[in-house]
């Protein structure tokens, strides 16, 4: 069997049998990598510490035919205090929840682990600022392959100006002038401008920057209806988020069946 090593974050971390756990790992150099971490689960482990959940580690692992074996992961950064507040937990529990499921294995992709690891940073130092988690979503459906057309209308291809409508199923905004469907949204002029500008700017820059309540819920309502179309459902962790956090925002599944 092959070692390998490389950065990884952990993503899910599930217990397996009595003393191992299951990993899913996401890699700077080889994307999403699933893994078991043998005896992890055990009080004296050396892994113990460092599969944590959302623990930045330099990994190193065997190669499997169907799981890769973790035989070392030595703490870059352990984001303990993640782990120490629920509202920032339900966050970074949302935002590993898309990077599994905007990722296929082994499909490397090192935006997405660089956006990872500043989003995971930002709230372990305590940045609960409503522009990180919409700065996190666009990115993460820009470095995939996903983003909605934000600077022209979906429909008509002209450059949409002032106040728009935005349509899940269509994935993007569209113009005054073309036909709305159900299920459209509006999204208000200065709404849009903040979102070409979160997705402009430097991540870093981006996720400290103030969106008031109302962009906050109409770019989050955009989204969650978007992105649920994409996955083909809503995200698990929405609930336990607008349960634990003041990122309340609506969600109607109704709207995703219309069509
Ligand atoms: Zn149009």
Redesign the pocket.
Known sequence: MALYRTEAIVLRSQDYSEADKILTLYTKQFGKVRGIARGARRPRSRLLGSTQLFSHVNAGLFQGKGLDSLSQADIINSHRRIREDLGVLARATYVGELTDLFTEERDANEQVFDLLLVTLSALDGGNLKPALLRCFEIRLMQATGFAPRID???????T?EGHARFSPSRGGV?????RAEPGDLLISAPTLAALRGLSGMDAGRAMNAGISREMNQELKQAFSLYISRIIDRVPNSLSFLDLVSDERGQINIGDLRED
């Open positions: 022209r209308c979906v429909e008509c291809g002209l949409v569209v113009c005054k002038r073309c």
